[in-house]
C-alpha cells in the first residue's frame, strides 16, 4: 500500500485527525500499522513524531500536494497493537480529549522523540545592515559556538533577544535548524574483536610494538588476539581508554557487535518457587465459575466480593494458571500503593520469570524492557497499576483488576479515563475475560453485579479461619462532655498504653482527603449541609461562608450549633502531624512514625517508613490513608480511626462510599494473624449509617442503606454526573463565558431532563494562573447526558474568546 494514515504527536485539538502520508519505495515493507513516524508537518514541514493509523491504496489528496514519510522508528515494530489503536479511538470518545494524548497514554514510556530548534549564523550572509541588537545577537552567537539551541541562545538574551533573532531570521542571516532527538532508554552491551576480513591487523600491531604513543592500541590488540570477542566493560577495566578503540574501529581494524538485553527487575534467585493451595470450598466453586466463563465465546464479567484474607489472591493465582496453560496472555492490575514486596513475591514463586512487573518506582529504562518482554513474547503476566493495561500482548486471555473500588484506577492527568472502564472495554474486544476483585467493591460494581450485568461469585470466610477483628465505635461527642478535649478519647489512650507495654504495635488513621474543609458540631455531631443536594458545606474561610460544591449555594457561617445551640462548632478536622504531636505528649517513650504527603516526598520514602515499621522500628504509625492498603503488619494489633467523620464529608457522593471502604481496609490491618486485633472507630456521628455498618464489617447493609439515597438523589448508578470546568486567564472574561455556557445549557434543556447547577467558582478558583468556573449537570442516564454536554460545549466554543477552556469530566470524584 501506497499510503499511511498518520496522526501526530501533537496535543492540539486542531491537529487532532489524520493526516494522509506517502510511503516512499523504501519503507513500503516496514510502514506497518501502528508503527512510529516521523513525518514532515505544517507549513514549515517541521519534523514531527506520528504513528500510522492504518494504510491505503488511495488517498484523495492530490499527489503533488502529498508529503513523504521521512523515517520509520523502532526498526519497523508497532508500538501499538490493533486493539490498542482500537481502544485509544475509544478512550478519545470517552475521556473529552484528543486522540494523540490517548496513544501518548498507552505507549510505553521512554522512548519520545524530542526536537529541539538549533540557530546557525549563514556563512555567506550579508551581515554589514545589522545594527544594534541584532549585532548582540551575533556576537552572542559566535560566543557560545556558532550553533546553538534556540533556547539557550533566547535564555541568555532575554525578551529583546527574542524579537532581533526573528528578525536575524527573516533576512536569512541566522538559519534556524531542528534537531530530532531520540531518548531510547536501550541497555546495549558492546563487544569488539579483530575484524577478521582485513589483514591491517598485523600491520597495525608491529607499529604499535615500536611506538610508545600507541601503547593503548597495542593493549588492545593483544587482549582482542588472545581473547577473541572481549566487552567494552572488559576493555575498560584492562586499563585501555576508548580512544584507540575508536581509532581502530575507524581504520576497520576492529568490528563491533551490539547486544541489546533488557533490564530485569528482580533476580528470580531470590524466590523460592510456592505451589497452589488446595482450594477451599469457596474457592473451588469461584475457580468453577471462572473457569467456565473463560472457555464462553461470550463472557460476562465477574465480581469476586471476598473479605480481606479470603483468598482472592489464591484465586487470581490460579485462574491465570489456567490462562497460560491455554497458552494466552494475562494483565493484574493492582492499586500503585498495594503493590508491596509481599505482594509481588507471592506471582513471582508462583509463576517465576514469565511474570513482569511495572510501576512508577522504576526507571523510564526498566519500564521500557518490561513493555518489549510482552511484546516479543517473553512473558506471558503484567502485574502493575493504571499503564499495566496498555500491554502490547497478542492473544489477552484474562484482565484482573485488584482492589477494584480503588480511586487511583481513575487517572488524575488527561486522559482523565477510567482504567476499569478501558479494561472492560478491552476485554470485550479481545474476548478476554474480566475478573474484578474486592472486599468492598464500589457501589456501582457491585450494583451491576446484583442486576446481572457481571456474575457475582462471593467469599465469606478467611482462608486460615481466623476472625476478623473486634471494632467498636466511640462517641466523641461524649467524650467533650465529660470534659476530654484531645483527639484521643479516654479507651484509645488506655489500649494504647496497654499495646506499649506488652511491645505490640498500634496505627493511627487519619483520613483527609482533597481540600474540603467541613463544619460540625462537637456537641450533637450535627454536620452543616446543603439542603438541596445533601453534601456537605465547604468552609471557605476568607469570606466566612459555608458553599455547596455541587449547586453552589452559599449560606453564612453559623456561630452556633443549628441544631443543638452549642458553641463547639468546629471548622477543620486535625491534620496527622498534629495527631503526632499529641501521640508523643501522650507516649513520650514510644517511637513514633509519620506517614502523609509530607513525609512521602522521597522516591522510596513511602516503602522506608512501612518496611521501618514493618521491622518493628516504631511502636505507633501515624497515618492517612495512605497506611490503609494491602501491607501486612504482623504485630500489629490495635488500630485507632482517629475521626472517621473527615471522610464522612468530603463535599462528595463518595464519601460514605470511601468512608465505609477505609474503615473496613483500615480494620483489616489489625490482628491478622491469629491474636484477634481491637479497632476503635472515633466519630462524632456514632449513628451513621456507614459508620455502624463498617464497625460490623456488614458490606451488604451498608450497601442496600446506600443504594436507597443513591436512588432518591438520582446520584450513580442512578444518573449521572458531567463536570465542565471553564478557564481562563482573565477572570471577568471567565465568568462572562460560564453564564454563556450556562445560558447555552438552560436553554437547550427543553424537556428538564438534565438539572443545570452554577456556573459556580470552583473550589479551586485560582489554579496556576487561570481563573476557574464550574458547571455541574446532572441527569439520569449517562450517554444521554454526555451527549447533551458535549452539544452544548460546541456551541459555547462558537460564543466565546479564544483564551478560554472548557474541561469536561464525567462523574467526577472530587468537584473541583
Ligand atoms: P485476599 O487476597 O482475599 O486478601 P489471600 O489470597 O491473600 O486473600 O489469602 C490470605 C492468606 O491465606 C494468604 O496468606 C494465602 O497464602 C492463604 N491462602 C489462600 N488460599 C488458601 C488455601 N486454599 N489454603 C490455605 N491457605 C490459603
Ligand atoms: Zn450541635
Ligand atoms: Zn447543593
Known amino acids: 500500500m501506497r499510503y499511511a494514515r498518520v496522526i501526530v504527536g501533537m496535543n492540539n485539538p486542531q491537529t487532532d485527525r489524520v493526516f494522509d502520508y506517502h510511503i516512499p519505495e523504501v519503507f513500503r515493507d516496514e510502514a506497518k500499522e501502528g508503527v512510529r513516524v516521523i513525518v514532515p508537518f505544517g507549513r514549515k514541514n517541521t519534523k514531527t513524531e506520528g504513528y500510522i493509523l492504518s494504510l491505503a491504496y488511495e488517498s484523495e489528496i492530490p499527489p503533488d500536494k502529498l508529503k513523504d514519510i521521512l523515517e520509520i522508528l523502532d526498526d519497523g515494530k508497532p508500538i501499538f497493537t490493533p486493539q490498542m489503536l482500537h481502544l485509544a479511538q475509544w478512550m478519545k470518545e470517552n475521556y473529552f480529549c484528543t486522540l494523540s494524548q490517548c496513544l501518548q497514554a498507552i505507549m510505553p514510556t521512554g522512548i519520545k522523540t524530542k526536537s529541539i530548534w538549533q540557530v546557525a549564523l549563514n556563512e555567506n550572509a550579508d551581515i554589514s545592515a545589522c545594527k544594534g541588537g541584532e549585532m548582540a545577537v551575533l556576537e552572542a552567537l559566535k560566543e557560545m559556538g556558532n550553533t546553538v539551541d534556540l533556547s539557550e541562545l533566547e535564555k541568555v538574551l532575554g525578551s529583546a533577544g527574542k524579537y532581533a533573532v526573528r528578525q536575524l531570521q527573516k533576512k536569512k542571516i541566522l538559519l534556524l535548524k531542528q534537531k530530532m532527538i531520540r531518548s531510547e532508554y536501550k541497555m546495549e552491551q558492546r563487544f569488539y574483536s579483530i575484524n577478521e576480513g582485513s589483514s591491517m591487523w598485523e600491520e597495525v600491531l608491529?607499529?604499535?610494538?615500536?611506538?610508545?604513543?600507541?601503547?593503548?592500541?597495542?593493549?588492545?590488540?593483544?587482549?582482542?588476539?588472545?581473547?577473541?570477542?572481549?566487552?567494552?566493560?572488559?576493555?575498560?577495566?584492562?586499563?585501555?581508554?576508548?580512544?584507540?578503540?575508536?581509532?581502530?574501529?575507524?581504520?576497520?581494524?576492529?568490528?563491533?557487535?551490539?547486544?541489546?538485553?533488557?533490564?530485569?527487575?528482580?533476580?528470580?534467585?531470590?524466590?523460592?518457587?510456592?505451589?497452589?493451595?488446595?482450594?477451599?470450598?469457596?474457592?473451588?466453586?469461584?475457580?468453577?465459575?471462572?473457569?467456565?466463563?473463560?472457555?464462553?465465546?461470550?463472557?460476562?464479567?465477574?465480581?469476586?466480593?471476598?473479605?480481606?484474607?479470603?483468598?482472592?489472591?489464591?484465586?487470581?493465582?490460579?485462574?491465570?494458571?489456567?490462562?497460560?496453560?491455554?497458552?494466552?496472555?494475562?494483565?493484574?492490575?493492582?492499586?500503585?500503593?498495594?503493590?508491596?514486596?509481599?505482594?509481588?513475591?507471592?506471582?513471582i514463586s508462583r509463576f517465576g520469570d514469565v511474570v513482569s512487573i511495572t510501576h512508577s518506582r522504576l526507571s523510564p529504562g526498566e519500564r521500557l524492557d518490561q513493555w518489549k518482554k510482552a511484546r516479543d513474547g517473553e512473558i506471558s503476566v503484567m502485574i502493575g497499576p493504571r499503564s499495566a493495561l496498555f500491554m502490547p500482548f497478542t492473544d489477552l486471555g484474562m484482565i484482573i483488576i485488584d482492589e477494584v473500588h480503588d480511586n487511583s484506577y481513575i487517572s488524575d492527568i488527561t486522559p482523565k479515563y477510567d482504567v476499569r472502564e478501558a479494561a472492560k472495554m478491552l476485554a470485550e474486544d479481545t474476548g478476554a475475560l474480566l475478573l474484578m476483585g474486592s472486599a468492598t467493591p464500589d457501589l456501582v460494581s457491585y450494583h451491576k453485579a446484583r442486576q446481572g450485568e457481571y456474575l457475582l461469585l462471593e467469599l465469606k470466610e478467611r482462608t486460615g479461619g481466623g476472625a476478623l477483628p473486634r471494632m467498636e465505635i466511640i462517641d466523641m461527642c461524649k467524650e467533650l462532655e465529660e470534659g476530654n478535649r484531645s483527639a484521643f478519647s479516654g479507651v484509645l489512650q488506655e489500649e494504647i498504653g496497654r499495646a506499649l507495654e506488652k511491645g505490640q504495635q498500634t496505627m493511627l488513621f487519619l483520613n483527609r482527603r482533597g481540600f474540603a474543609t467541613f463544619v460540625s458540631c462537637r456537641s450533637c455531631g450535627h454536620v452543616m449541609r446543603c439542603p438541596e443536594c445533601g453534601i456537605s458545606y465547604t468552609y471557605h474561610a476568607k469570606e466566612e461562608v459555608l458553599m455547596c460544591h455541587y449547586c453552589g449555594k452559599t449560606v453564612e457561617s453559623p456561630r452556633n450549633c443549628p441544631a443543638c445551640g452549642s458553641k463547639y462548632i468546629r471548622y477543620f478536622g486535625t491534620g496527622p502531624q498534629k495527631i503526632e504531636e499529641e501521640a508523643k505528649r501522650l507516649f513520650p517513650k514510644a517511637n513514633i512514625l509519620r506517614m502523609d504527603l509530607d513525609t512521602t516526598t522521597g522516591k522510596n520514602s513511602h516503602n522506608q517508613i512501612l518496611e521501618a515499621f514493618r521491622n518493628g522500628q516504631a511502636d505507633i504509625l501515624v497515618g492517612t490513608q495512605m497506611i490503609a492498603k494491602g501491607h501486612d503488619f504482623p504485630n500489629v494489633t490495635l488500630v485507632g480511626i482517629m475521626a472517621a467523620d473527615t471522610s464522612l464529608n468530603t463535599g462528595s457522593f463518595y464519601a460514605s462510599e470511601n468512608t465505609f471502604q477505609l474503615i473496613t481496609q483500615a480494620g483489616g490491618r489489625a490482628g491478622r494473624t491469629d491474636d484477634r486485633g481491637k479497632v476503635y472507630i472515633q466519630t462524632y456521628q456514632p449513628k451513621h449509617y456507614c459508620i455502624t455498618h463498617a464497625a460490623e464489617q456488614n458490606y451488604k447493609g451498608f450497601y442496600e442503606e446506600e443504594i436507597l439515597l443513591r436512588e432518591m438523589m438520582g446520584y450513580p448508578p442512578f444518573g449521572a454526573f458531567c463536570s465542565v470546568v471553564i478557564s481562563g486567564e482573565d477572570g471577568g472574561e471567565t465568568a462572562r463565558a460560564a453564564d454563556v455556557l450556562g445560558g447555552i445549557l438552560q436553554a437547550e434543556n427543553r424537556e428538564n431532563n438534565f438539572f443545570i447547577m452554577g456556573p459556580v467558582p470552583a473550589m479551586l478558583f485560582k489554579f496556576r494562573g487561570e481563573y476557574r468556573q464550574r458547571i455541574l449537570i446532572q441527569g439520569p442516564e449517562e450517554n444521554a447526558l454526555v451527549q447533551f454536554v458535549v452539544e452544548c460545549v460546541g456551541k459555547g466554543e462558537h460564543n466565546v474568546g479564544k483564551g478560554i477552556h472548557f474541561q469536561l469530566t464525567r462523574n467526577p470524584l472530587n468537584i473541583v
Open 206 to 347: 608491529k607499529k604499535a610494538e615500536v611506538d610508545k604513543r600507541l601503547l593503548g592500541q597495542r593493549k588492545l590488540l593483544q587482549l582482542l588476539k588472545e581473547k577473541g570477542e572481549v566487552s567494552l566493560e572488559e576493555i575498560k577495566k584492562s586499563g585501555i581508554s576508548e580512544s584507540p578503540l575508536k581509532t581502530l574501529l575507524k581504520k576497520g581494524v576492529l568490528s563491533e557487535r551490539r547486544n541489546q538485553r533488557k533490564r530485569e527487575v528482580f533476580s528470580l534467585e531470590d524466590y523460592e518457587r510456592t505451589m497452589p493451595f488446595y482450594p477451599t470450598e469457596e474457592q473451588r466453586k469461584a475457580l468453577e465459575e471462572i473457569e467456565h466463563q473463560m472457555n464462553l465465546e461470550k463472557k460476562k464479567p465477574i465480581l469476586l466480593h471476598g473479605i480481606t484474607g479470603s483468598g482472592k489472591t489464591e484465586i487470581y493465582m490460579q485462574s491465570i494458571a489456567k490462562i497460560l496453560a491455554m497458552g494466552k496472555q494475562a494483565v493484574v492490575l493492582v492499586p500503585e500503593i498495594s503493590l508491596t514486596p509481599q505482594m509481588m513475591e507471592r506471582f
